[in-house]
């Protein structure tokens, strides 16, 4: 039987009744009815060949049935099987909340009989508690005269009396090992015992049903969840599309917008289509989209960056993630695409005013070495030398090129607070009087003053404040000691120590490196930084730097 709904197709829903056994044509001889169905002579089917084609039919249409048509399929069902057995009412009833509360979910009553459908549309199970026990625990409950119920039952009594039920009976539907409901006939008209056939029926149609509902119960989660699914697919803000053997065959309505291209362009083309033969790092994209496939469907998921081209021959730069995905038996590779050319142009842009801020800078700080370099010589020639020994220094130590930027800038100029002592004082050959020493050291706080409010991005004013910091506290101008000391500041100390020793100077000749490096070496720890003064005598020692 074709899929389709039972109300665009009523000769299906005739086809199902028609082969039912209808109550007219009951074969008159030879019932087998049972001997306490004597009361009622239309109680219950009796011929065995009938209940036989009767469920037969039930099951064969109910097997094929869509899930759309479960509901139609089971009000025709109530039908066939009430008029079939001669009841006044046939029923379904389903649990729901936990089993805390029922309702009459599908019904057929006999010409003349009242429906109980709109009146009791949800029942909670604590008001029949004693019914309601005994289907839980898959009994068949079998009421042949209401008013004749045992004590326990008093309130299930009132509450079938007040609907007018003379007699019942209910047997459970079970799906999975768990009642969902149950299915039954009422007798308003007659006080009637039911056969064993009728229950009988009534067991074997709980199950059709029981299967029926539970495949409708699963195609309409499934529904669902396909159609949330569906949701976050279309309107995900990411491309995603799903590859199989290469091959797109599905994607969202971004991935055409992403990629500027109908859907037709897309779904069964390769997906090395959209790449450009060479990734920017020099890489093969088909070889690398290959690679980064087989390890996701291997169940390692991949995410990477990748230039895609657009069919009309634009790129674009892309964040990819690779995923493995299993839909039904079917093992597909989803690939979730961000575009993140924004995103790069932002940090391309951040990037040049970087470029433009470093380059301001290293203009500054020329302009403040050459303002050095007019007044004072010697001065000028002592920072950049510094500088050299210190970014070799810090090379050496392994510090980040950003690190080693900042030095270089700090130790051109380190000693830029010299600018304000007079030039008699700093290039008088021999000793220095108290006062005289007093005002070159307060160089360094004058070097901070001088470019506290220049933006650097590293703390150049800080580094230059700290040169003349010592380890143990000894230094000035804040007597700071160990980590308080910026690692730069503790560089450029060394260097300006090594330097100053070395060199020449104004008030004395060159002692040379060696008498430097013992000096550095003998106060390792003490005043200089051990790790920076072990860089320092590798730096010269080993590798042979020379100052220049
Ligand atoms: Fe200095």
């Not at 009523?10 to 056994?21: C, F, S, T, V």
Request: aromatic share 8%; hydrophobic share 40%; charged share 25%.
């Amino acid at each position: 039987m074709a899929r389709g709904s039972m109300k665009d197709r009523p000769e299906k829903r005739e086809g199902l009744i028609h082969r039912l056994p209808e109550r007219g044509r009951r074969p008159e001889a030879g019932l087998a009815r049972s001997a306490v169905d004597r009361r009622n002579p239309y109680s219950a089917p009796a011929d065995p060949e009938a209940l036989l084609r009767l469920i037969l039919g039930l099951s064969t249409n109910f097997i094929v049935l869509p899930p759309d048509d479960v509901d139609d399929g089971i009000r025709d069902v109530l039908k066939a099987i009430g008029s079939f057995a001669v009841v006044d009412r046939s029923c379904v009833f389903q649990f729901r909340d936990n089993g805390n509360l029922m309702s009459r979910t599908h019904e057929w009553c006999a010409h003349g009989v009242e429906s109980q459908m709109l009146k009791t549309p949800l029942i909670s199970t604590a008001s029949l508690p004693w019914f309601c026990k005994k289907i839980g625990n898959y009994e068949v409950v079998h009421v042949p005269d209401v008013t004749r119920l045992p004590a326990e039952a008093a309130v299930e009594k009132l509450v079938f009396l007040s609907q007018g039920i003379r007699s019942l009976v209910a047997v459970p539907i079970v799906s999975a090992d768990a009642v969902i409901g149950f299915i039954g006939f009422e007798s308003l008209r007659l006080t009637e015992t039911f056969s064993e056939n009728a229950i009988a029926l009534l067991k074997v149609v709980g199950e059709i049903f029981a299967f029926a509902l539970s495949r409708k119960q699963v195609m309409e989660a499934l529904r669902q969840s396909e159609s949330k699914y569906k949701v976050l697919f279309e309107h995900a803000s990411d491309a995603i599309f799903l590859v199989k053997g290469g091959m797109f065959v599905d994607c969202n309505t971004k991935t055409l917008t992403m990629f500027g291209c109908e859907r037709a362009q897309i779904l069964g083309h390769s997906a090395f289509e959209f790449s450009p033969d060479v990734q920017p790092n020099g890489d093969d994209s088909r070889q690398g989209i290959m690679e980064k496939g087989e390890l996701a469907l291997a169940g390692k998921p991949q995410f990477f960056e990748w230039k895609y081209l657009r069919p009309d021959g634009t790129l674009f730069d892309a964040e990819v993630s690779f995923n493995r995905v299993d839909i039904g038996n079917e093992v597909f590779l989803q690939a979730i695409v961000r575009d993140i050319t924004d995103r790069k142009q932002a940090a391309e842009k951040l990037e040049k005013t970087l470029e433009n801020l470093r380059q301001t800078n290293a203009a500054t700080v020329q302009v403040m070495a050459h303002v050095v370099e007019t007044r004072d010589a010697y001065t000028a020639g002592h920072q950049r030398r510094v500088a050299g020994i210190a970014v070799a220094i810090a090379e050496e130590m392994g510090l980040s090129f950003h690190t080693i930027e900042g030095i270089r800038m700090a130790g051109v100029i380190h000693d830029i607070g010299k600018i304000s002592i007079p030039a008699e004082i700093l290039s008088k050959p021999g000793d220095l009087r108290k006062k005289e020493f007093e005002l070159i050291k307060d160089h360094p706080q004058m070097g901070y003053e001088i470019l506290k409010d220049v933006e650097f991005p590293w703390p150049i004013a800080e580094i230059v404040h700290q040169h003349h910091e010592r380890m143990d506290g000894s230094g000035y101008p804040g007597g700071l000691s160990g980590n308080k000391i910026l690692l730069e500041a503790r560089i450029i100390a060394v260097s300006d120590v090594v330097e100053a020793i070395a060199s020449h100077r104004p008030y004395r000749p060159a002692r040379g490196i060696d008498v430097a490096l013992s000096e550095i070496e003998a106060n390792r720890g003490v005043l200089y930084d051990g790790d920076v003064v072990d860089a320092c005598l590798h730096l010269f020692r080993e590798r042979g730097y020379k100052i220049y």
